[in-house]
Nanobody
Framework: QVQLVESGGGLVQAGGSLSLSCAAP?????????MGWFRQAPGAERELVSA????????YYADSVKGRFTISRDHVKKLVYLHMNSLKPEDTAVYYC?????????????????WGQGTQVTVSS
């Protein structure tokens, strides 16, 4: 069982920046999980925004966020970050952190097993 807790959401103007954090407290082997950030806007399907492999060597970005978002992870602190720059109103959504067990592809949404509660990001125009 992996507990995930997101933080860092909020309200920002278009063009601004926000950084999200995902903590994995507890004794679970955080370093063996692929991690992803998803988002879901009202009336829309949940989409994978960015993912990072267990080693950190593999990184994925959705086309909509390439060049603007950066994912990273800290194995010692058991944290995953999503730094978001040049935010747009269409980035408004609830952002979720999720974990995919070792051996599963972190770029495949259905491979994610553990989920955080989500944090709201609102970008005003």
């Amino acid at each position: 069982q992996v507990q995930l807790v997101e933080s860092g959401g909020g309200l920002v103007q278009a063009g601004g920046s926000l950084s999200l954090s995902c903590a994995a407290p507890g004794r679970a082997a955080f370093s063996s999980y692929g991690m992803g950030w998803f988002r879901q806007a009202p009336g829309a399907e949940r989409e994978l925004v960015s993912a990072i492999s267990w080693s950190g060597g593999g990184i994925y970005y959705a086309d909509s966020v390439k060049g603007r978002f950066t994912i990273s992870r800290d194995h010692v602190k058991k944290l995953v970050y999503l730094h978001m720059n040049s935010l747009k109103p269409e980035d408004t959504a609830v952002y979720y952190c999720a974990a995919a067990p070792y051996g599963r592809s972190e770029v495949v949404s259905r491979e994610y097993v553990y989920w955080g509660q989500g944090t709201q990001v609102t970008v005003s125009s």
